[in-house]
């Protein structure tokens, strides 16, 4: 049943309010109901700002489209579907009774089927896809489908990844891993070489104003071992989907696909250089291996991207 009054999420923040959550245990397969989203200039601004992009935004500087949003804007909106809960795991101090890790962002994946409008309703359909067991670590599997006036413009979907009791794993299936990125061929040119630097600044205003939790306590951190907070992966992900809007603009933008992995983690202040190159061509799409690395050349994320001629 459609709801007839569904909830508007925010569309670059957290839920103002909400439950702190186990991304395993407290996930289960199944419809996450129906919610709205209306992505105003204001988003756009803010969503470019962290991203180090252009504004006003358009896909690269060739692009016919005006008033859109960038395609990895619907960050936000796939959290805020989980609603009530708003953050995974234990925030600095508090101790998590299950004695599991609050675990991280795994893979995130999405599909481009037309612009994103600025200060339109965007009806969104959420639904918990999958949730199994690999290599002794349970992951749960989430994301929303975008509609404009019934025409689907995006596809948006993240694997969490936990540490989980033996006892409760075995509740679940084993999945393989998704398919190895592509290798790129010997005369393959490599493209995108966009710098950015992985600023506490960014991490904090990707949290939104008064967040205090991993990615923001950088005392936490240091008393911790680390050199700072650890950087979202939704930072690299928005940065490669950057990369292949301002390479090849609107035919990306309306056609492409994203999916990337996350396998380095990523410290405040590292500087992330995204990267790309052609693999080849498969029943009119072209396929991309992309990745980022930071200053001392290591892998942080790796995926394919692909678009339509």
Known sequence: MV???????PGTYKLKEGDN???????HPGSLGEYQVIFTHDDVKRWTTIYEDVFPWKPNSSSQLENVAPPSIFYYPSMNILQPIRYFGEKPGEKNPRETGPGGLARMWMELHGPIPVDTVIDLHAQVTD??????IGYTEWGLDAYVEGKLIHRHRKAWATT???????KWPERSSSPR???LSDDSEVFGLIEYNTSQEHLNDLEGPGEINNHTDVQAALDNGDPGPRAQGALAFGLLARMMCEQFGDSYYNTGTLDIKF??????GDIQTAKGGFVHKENEKNIYRVWSENQSSALTAIGTATFEE
């Open 131 to 136: 949730k199994y067991q690999r290599r002794g």
């Open 21 to 27: 959550a186990n991304a395993f245990y407290d996930i």
């Open 263 to 268: 396998v380095n983690t990523v410290f405040a």
């Open 181 to 183: 990125p592509p290798e």
């Open 3 to 9: 709801n007839a009054n569904p909830m508007v999420l």
């Open 164 to 170: 989980v009791n033996a006892d409760e794993l075995a």
